[in-house]
């Protein structure tokens, strides 16, 4: 079974800062994916990023990056230019194998940004 | 604009009661998930569907909990009958599998359940 563990309840990082989020993952998997999803208060589930195990290029999306450490296990979140919109919850996730697996996801870490 | 539905939004209801919560998955989407999501125990995988046929539903309490998707365009979660430890947010979420599918699941807005 796989694991993820976000070692980080919550956040808090200035307007325009840079912050980055943990998240380790256990897995005697080859082939998976990687995601990182934003829970604001609305509730919707919304994907920021995504990363193929297969790719050793970093997944890069505006404003959000990942550093994927596939031998330590280690997918952590980077958000430059932090925006107040970016305040939410941030949940990491893992997907075996191929597409139209299960998520598993990690527990979250609260993101404050503060104007 | 393709989106995953759900309904109800909000439930509130009294232990013992006959919960359903509904999905329409994005069309043309081949899978389907629910997840429910607690405090405590966050983000979890309740049951998950490809081509409409039940693949895995090892999270779901069996005694209580059903899914089933009686069409491609439904999908149904009922909890019979309810405790108040179900009270959660319960999502459904959709992809395609395969390669043009790429690999992203689209949730809904979720359900938010409460029972008294």
């Known amino acids: 079974a796989q694991t993820v563990t976000q070692s980080q309840p919550e956040m808090s990082v200035q307007e325009a800062e840079t912050v980055t989020l943990s998240c380790t993952y256990d897995t005697s998997e080859n082939n998976y994916y990687l995601f990182w999803y934003k829970q604001p208060p609305s509730r919707q589930m919304i994907l920021v990023i995504r990363q193929e195990a297969y790719k050793q290029q970093n997944a890069t999306e505006n404003r959000f990056s990942v550093n994927f450490q596939k031998a330590a296990k280690s997918f952590s979140l980077k958000i430059s230019d932090s925006q107040l919109g970016d305040t939410a919850m941030y949940f990491c996730a893992f997907m075996k194998g191929y597409a139209g697996n299960m998520l598993t996801f990690g527990g979250g870490t609260r993101l404050m940004v503060k104007p | 604009d393709a989106r995953v539905t759900q309904t109800p939004r909000h439930k509130v209801t009294e232990m013992g009661q006959e919960v359903t919560m509904r999905c329409q998955p994005i069309l043309g989407h081949n899978t389907v998930f629910w997840y429910r999501q607690t405090m405590m125990q966050g983000l979890e995988l309740l049951a998950y569907f490809r081509n409409r046929a039940p693949l895995d539903d090892s999270g779901m309490p069996k005694d209580r909990f059903s899914a089933e998707m009686p069409d491609a365009t439904l999908a149904t979660l009922k909890i019979q009958p309810s405790e108040p430890r179900d009270s959660a947010v319960y999502f459904c979420?959709?992809?395609?599998?395969?390669?043009?599918?790429?690999?992203?699941?689209?949730f809904g807005p979720g359900t938010r359940l409460t029972v008294l």
């Open positions: 979420a959709s992809g395609l599998e395969g390669l043009a599918g790429g690999n992203e699941q689209f």
